[in-house]
């Protein structure tokens, strides 16, 4: 079988990931609303993490061929940390991509609320390819740890794992990278939006 097919068969894991993902981004905007400051204190304590990495996306978008130097930067840091970590071998644990999407899905939603300046179609399109890459994986994983419970065979799951990472999930990702490339570009160069987290330029110590 493809990985089309491969998916196809495993649909409603599929289904209820994507919508663990859209609930959650709802719910965040609605905290957003309902609780502003307890919604504040969810965003920070959930996108900390990501400081120091966007602050190197930063510092070699402002470089020579910065876009697409962050795409790559983009690419590799979603491909390994969500893609593999999280939703592959995360999902060899059965539950961890859905936590995984829970806390997505709602930053997600928190972030665009609090930044609105952030949503355009570049930011819709980098959410569905890069969303959608971290449940094919999720899927792949969660076979190979339905296996390992006895419910299948753990050699084919792994095979059908890697046919569905390679030849979609990578795909996926990397067209995700891209948008989110041009979207720091588009926010920070264009637009000349402040830079997250309180960053400045003269922070980024920028080698050209």
């Avoid at 719910?27 to 190197?56: H, Y």
């Amino acid at each position: 079988m493809n990985s089309f097919e491969l998916l196809r068969g495993e649909w409603k894991i599929f289904v209820m990931l994507s919508s663990l993902f859209i609930f959650s981004y709802i719910g965040g905007q609605v905290l957003f609303v309902v609780n502003n400051d307890f919604a504040l204190k969810i965003v920070d304590k959930l996108d900390s993490p990501r400081e120091k990495i966007v602050k190197i996306i930063c510092r070699y978008l402002f470089m020579p061929y910065g876009v697409i130097r962050a795409t790559f930067i983009i690419f590799f840091v979603n491909l390994f940390g969500g893609a593999l970590i999280w939703s592959s071998i995360g999902g060899i644990f059965i539950i961890i991509p859905f936590i995984h999407n829970i806390m997505t899905g709602s930053l997600t939603g928190l972030v665009l609320k609090k930044y609105p300046e952030r949503m355009n179609w570049l930011t819709l399109f980098n959410v569905f390819f890069e969303i959608g890459a971290f449940i094919c994986a999720a899927v792949g994983g969660i076979q190979i740890g339905m296996s390992i419970l006895g419910t299948g065979n753990i050699y084919l799951s792994i095979t059908n794992w890697s046919k569905i990472f390679l030849t979609v999930v990578v795909p996926l990702q990397f067209i995700g990278a891209v948008f989110e490339g041009f979207l720091f570009k588009r926010l920070f160069i264009d637009k000349n939006i402040s830079l997250p987290y309180g960053l400045r330029i003269e922070d980024l110590s920028i080698k050209k």
